[in-house]
Nanobody
Framework: QVQLVESGGDLVQPGGSLNLSCAAS????????MFWYRQPPGKERDLVAA????????TYEDSVKGRFTMSRDNAKNMVYLQMNNLEAEDTGVYFC?????????WGQGTQVTVSS
């Protein structure tokens, strides 16, 4: 079965950096685009970044452009989100997602808290 496991969240000061990871299994990883979503406290889950199946193209939500970088390693079935110059508004639970056979599969999420 499809499984996504996020890790790397932490408490970090404004201006700091974190690198989130998502380990994927249960599907042919190199055939599917992958997505990172963020859910701030009390708000809806929104798309932050996306990457094509071969990793050659990425897209970002406007507020994270130039600060976040999404990447993947198809040999390891891993996807990453490097987050630099973090802001308080980046606080939330971060989820990776894959759309597989008409279903969105989510991990359990990893908490990122940006606070001084």
């Amino acid at each position: 079965q499809v499984q996504l496991v996020e890790s790397g969240g932490d408490l970090v000061q404004p201006g700091g950096s974190l690198n989130l990871s998502c380990a994927a299994s249960g599907f042919t990883f190199n055939r599917y685009a992958m997505f990172w979503y963020r859910q701030p406290p009390g708000k809806e889950r929104d798309l932050v970044a996306a990457i094509t199946s071969d990793g050659t193209s990425t897209t970002y939500e406007d507020s994270v452009k130039g600060r976040f970088t999404m990447s993947r390693d198809n040999a390891k079935n891993m996807v990453y989100l490097q987050m630099n110059n973090l802001e308080a508004e980046d606080t939330g639970v971060y989820f990776c997602m894959v759309h597989y056979f008409r279903t969105n599969y989510w991990g359990q999420g990893t908490q990122v808290t940006v606070s001084s």
